[in-house]
């Protein structure tokens, strides 16, 4: 069973490195995601591994934190007036992306010899999986 202090003292250090990386892109002309990713790989395995071998079995509930808070967060921001201001632009950038990025993949599937089956199943996954959906969180 996992020790609550490890747990507690963990998240902790990981919420005041996060207010750090805030503090920071402030400072820095350097997006706030960058940073905080470039935090994470810095105290993860792949960097200092200053993170208890435990860490990774908390990786689930620690997502799904930071996603509830981060739908919070959009969601008290929308509002009507918002809506009517960017909802048109927003939902034709979004279905030009999703669109464009099936067809292209589609396309190109099908111009290189792969059944048609296969290309519109890799196309409807396309848009999952696009750069752009990357790009617009970051």
Known sequence: MDDPGLIITTLGALL?????????????????????????VAVGSSGFDVLPGQAEDWYPFVSNLALLMIGFLLGSKLSRDTLREVGRPVLTISACEVLGASLIVVAGLLLC???AEVALLLGGIAPASAPAAVTNVT
């Open 16 to 40: 005041l490195l996060g207010l750090v990386g805030d503090l920071l892109s402030k400072r820095l002309p350097v997006p706030r995601v960058t940073l905080l990713v470039l935090f994470g």
């Open 113 to 115: 010899g792969v059944p």
